[in-house]
């Protein structure tokens, strides 16, 4: 009865269901940089990990899962939208993976900025670029020798053609922001988004023209950041979100914001789209019900009693003694329910609401105020 209401009311909220075809423009392959947001298995290929159930349950993805979600991710179902098979992880070896249609260099935990020996991803930005550097020539070369690849590799002129996708930086903008000064927050974020400028610029040279970002989400929405900083009533807003961590992903998002429009002057020649998924996150947090979710903030799979369910000691699968007791972070009955999966990453149902609006096209290079003048250190 439940599941049927819930699937009306999706049927409401979502007038296209299904994606395919409804996205601006066709590609013929997809190039993505990222974090845990839009990983598809490269750090569990790279890492050697199995990620099996409860994560990838919405979709049965079962061990192919990769991904740090109950089901799919905004980069799933946008690819879905141009009609394009799910990307591989470059690093994924196993069952002859096809990069016909493009390749995803993200992996959880990576950073813009280079990695150190603390990191728990090694392929930052400037890595993950020299990985795409790589695939090409390589691609070129076997492309070059024979056609017998042809059906597993792009074409040649899938590079200049093809989407370069972003989705990175939430792993760069750490701290307790509450105990810095709006300069230092810049500072972090102008050394952050100068090393984005310097990977981007890599790719344009290597004839890359189809430029594609997504913004940072509320992160002071997720139970992680709560649970690690929420510790004084007074730092949280009336949704329950913590105010400076998202003032600081809105001051990301608007420097962010103006490097995308300082390339898009710069490359007359490409296409370069911003994509607005703070404010889409935001509203789905503060309006969940309208779209038919009855958790905002709450992990779906955690531990920990409400309002969070959430313990940074233990993650979403995870079996472990805590305070002389074997716990598990075992996942909810239904994860549609819920707008954060682990506390950090979204659900299967809060990725596709979010997809379904990226789509709507509402959220494409917003109207941007002049006021906020461009900060990166010029070169
Ligand atoms: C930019 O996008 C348009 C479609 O909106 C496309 O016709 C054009 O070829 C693209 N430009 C480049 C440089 O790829
Ligand atoms: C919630 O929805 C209302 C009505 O559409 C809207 O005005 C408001 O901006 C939304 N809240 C957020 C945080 O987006």
Redesign the pocket.
Known sequence: MAGKLKAFILLLTLPTLSFTNSF??QYPAVFNFGDSNSETGEFVAGRGVLIGLPYGRAYNFGKLAGRISDGRLIVDFLMDAMGLPFLNPYLNAIGAPSFKNGCNFAAAGCTVLPATGSSICPYSLRIQVAQFLRFKALVLELQSESKELDRHLPSEDYF??GLYMFDIGQNDLGGDFDSMSSHQVLDMIQTILTEFKAGVEVLYEEGA??FWVHNMRAVGCMAQTIFTFGTDKSRFDELGCLISHNQAAKLFNQQLHELWRKLKSQYS???VTYTDIFTIHLDLIANHTRYGFKQPIMACCGYGAPPLNYDSRISCGQTQVLDGRSVTAEACKDGAEYVSWDGTHLTDAANQYISSEILTRKHFDPLFSDKTPFLLKSE
């Open positions: 601006p423009v200049g053609k023209r189809n020649d490409a296409n």
